[in-house]
C-alpha cells in the first residue's frame, strides 16, 4: 500500500502513511490514548502505539502489519487457529487492563465493570499473520464493562453465532456450539459466565442495534446508510436465532 493510500473498512478514513495510520478522533479518543499506553506499560505489544496528533487533529497509530479479514470470513478468520489465537488474545488483552482508571469512553461503562471491554472484537479489527491472530486495532468502542459483555460480542463474530441465511455467517448450529465451546475454554470463562453467554449475545446484539439507530439520529452517515441496508434486521434475526438455539448451545458450554 502506498504512503498516503486510504485503507478500506469501518466507519473511519484512516489513511496509511509508511509505519504510521492516520485515524479520526473524538471525544472519547484521550481514554483510548490512555489504555493504549496502559497496555504498553503492562507488556501487551498487540496495540498499536499512540504518537501523539497530527496537525490536522487526526490521532496517530502505529501500523500493524498483517491481513485485517473482512466477511465473508476469509479460510483464515474461519480456521479453528484463529478461533483459538482470538480467544486467548482477548483474555491477554482482558488481564492487562486491569487497573486502567481513564474516563471518557464513547459508551457507557456497564456493571460489574471487570477489565476495559474492546467493544467490538471481532476479525474486521484483528490483524492476522496467516491463521495467527497477532493484532488488535480500533479502540474506539472500548469502555468498562464485564468480561462477559466482550466474550458475547466475540463469540458471536468468530464462532461465529449467525442465523442460517445470515450470508456472513458459516457452519452449522452444530458445529457453531462447538466453536462457542472452544473459545470458551480457550479464553477461560468461568461456569457462571457461560450459563449467561446465550442471554448476554442476545443482549450485546439489541445493545448493538440500539447504538447504530442513535448514531444514526445523531447524524452518522455510515450508521445511516447500515440502517438502511437493513443490517439491523440481520442482528435481530441473529439474536433471536441463538435464543432460539439455546438448548443446543448451552448443552456444549455446560458439558462436563
Known amino acids: 500500500m502506498a504512503d498516503g493510500e486510504l485503507m478500506a473498512g469501518g466507519v473511519n478514513q ?6 504510521r495510520v492516520l485515524r479520526p478522533t473524538g471525544p472519547w479518543s484521550p481514554a483510548v490514548h490512555r489504555l493504549l499506553a496502559h497496555l504498553r506499560a503492562a507488556g501487551f505489544t498487540a496495540a498499536p502505539r499512540f504518537h501523539g496528533l497530527a496537525e490536522d487533529g487526526r490521532e496517530v497509530l502505529d501500523f500493524l502489519p498483517g ?20 480467544a486467548r488474545l482477548l483474555r491477554r488483552y482482558h488481564d492487562a487492563t486491569a487497573g486502567c482508571t481513564a474516563e471518557g469512553w464513547m459508551l457507557p461503562a456497564l456493571e460489574p465493570v471487570e477489565v476495559i471491554c474492546h467493544g467490538d472484537y471481532a476479525p474486521h479489527n484483528c490483524v492476522l499473520d496467516g491463521e495467527r491472530v497477532v493484532g488488535v486495532i480500533d479502540f474506539d468502542t472500548a ?35 462447538g466453536r462457542v465451546r472452544e473459545f470458551c475454554d480457550a479464553y477461560g470463562l468461568g461456569r457462571a459466565d457461560r ?39 440481520q442482528y435481530l434475526a441473529d439474536a ?6 439455546r438448548a443446543r448451545f448451552e448443552a456444549r458450554l455446560l458439558a462436563e
Not at 433471536?240 to 438455539?245: D, G, L
Open 143 to 177: 469502555h468498562p464493562g464485564p468480561r462477559i459483555w466482550d466474550v458475547a460480542h466475540a463469540v458471536y463474530r468468530w464462532a461465529p453465532t449467525t442465523a442460517p441465511d445470515n450470508a456472513d455467517g458459516f457452519g452449522t448450529p452444530d458445529e457453531q456450539a
Open 195 to 233: 450459563a449467561g453467554l446465550v442471554d448476554a449475545i442476545e443482549a450485546r446484539l439489541h445493545a448493538l442495534v440500539a447504538h447504530m439507530r442513535a448514531e444514526a439520529a445523531a447524524g452518522s452517515a455510515a450508521f445511516a446508510s447500515h440502517l438502511a441496508d437493513g443490517h439491523h434486521l
Open 67 to 86: 491481513d485485517v479479514p473482512n466477511y465473508p470470513a476469509t479460510p483464515a478468520s474461519a480456521s479453528r487457529t484463529a478461533l483459538l489465537d482470538a
Open 240 to 245: 433471536a436465532y441463538v435464543v432460539r438455539e
Open 14 to 19: 484512516v489513511e496509511r502513511r509508511g509505519d
